[in-house]
């Protein structure tokens, strides 16, 4: 259960994972581990929210790893630079998909049916922004088709739809303090970018692409957790996403708002809660 005791992150608290990028690590866990319970995960992917440091990642990856031992773990960071530069953001996270669409069998997965073989873990909007992603790379790799693994997934702090206060101090928050300008500057130029495009801000786009019908016949089900007290993301957006899933199909299994939660810091206010959870949406409780 949730009272499972992590492993202790090491100085270099995700030395083990196998690095693929600068953005992707991967790790399989040894024989031991992977003969341990039955109902595990195959994969676990973790979606990092933006600039997240190592150090803060590893305690929710030790986490799973006390929950899950025979799960193997796929790991996808979203560094800064992702934002300005989104053909990099395509070109690093590219070394994931191969590892999730070896799980994608097409037709358990088209008929909706068959035990979820995968647990999608996604912070913020940085892991909005990458799902999104892959879910582009996927439909590149199947002629337009979103083909995904039978799933389960989990929701922590997203998403947020884009408003301009928030997305500043997101962006902003792990800048120094005269950086603050540039951040205004730099949305307003995206901003006026995407309008002359047509297209609606990256946040929106991302929400919208993990509330798409199809994806409703690979998710088993999908959890929120969420917070009133988070300053990065409204959790008035978390409830209208879970509201225009249920709409698009999508089994919402849980929406737990964490009162005082703040952004990616709700375990910090009931962890048994919080990972109780986690668990009872994979195991469909």
């Not at 199947?142 to 922590?156: E, I, K, M, Y």
């Amino acid at each position: 259960m949730a009272s499972n005791q992590p492993v202790a992150p090491p100085a270099k608290p995700l030395s083990f994972m196998q690095s693929l990028n600068s953005v992707v690590a991967y790790f399989e866990p040894p024989a031991s581990s992977a003969a341990g319970p039955g109902n595990d995960p195959e994969l676990i992917v973790v979606l990092g929210w933006m600039a997240a440091r190592d150090l803060h990642l590893a305690k929710y990856i030790a986490q799973h790893r006390a929950l899950f031992p025979a799960s193997r773990l796929l790991l996808v960071r979203y560094p800064l630079a992702h934002i300005v530069n989104e053909a990099r953001g395509y070109r690093e996270v590219a070394p994931a998909v191969p590892i999730i669409s070896a799980l994608a069998e097409g037709a358990d997965a088209a008929a909706g049916g068959g035990r979820p073989r995968v647990l999608f873990h996604v912070f913020s909007n940085g892991g909005m922004s990458n799902a999104a992603k892959l879910h582009v790379l996927l439909r590149r790799q199947h002629g337009g088709a979103l083909v995904l693994p039978r799933h389960v997934t989990v929701f922590d702090s997203c998403p947020g739809y884009f408003r301009w206060q928030l997305a500043h101090r997101a962006i902003a928050q792990p800048l120094p303090w005269w950086a603050s300008p540039l951040v205004h500057v730099v949305l307003a130029v995206m901003w006026a970018w995407f309008n002359a495009l047509g297209r609606a801000p990256p946040p929106d786009e991302n929400a919208d692409a993990l509330v798409h019908p199809d994806g409703v016949r690979s998710e088993a089900r999908r959890a929120y957790l969420y917070g009133d007290g988070d300053d990065m993301v409204d959790w008035r957006d978390v409830e209208k996403h879970a509201a225009l899933a249920r709409q698009a199909g999508f089994d919402v299994a849980r929406l737990e708002l964490f009162e005082g939660g703040r952004h990616v810091a709700h375990v910090r206010v009931d962890s048994d809660r919080y990972w109780g959870a986690v668990k009872a949406v994979w195991e469909g409780e």
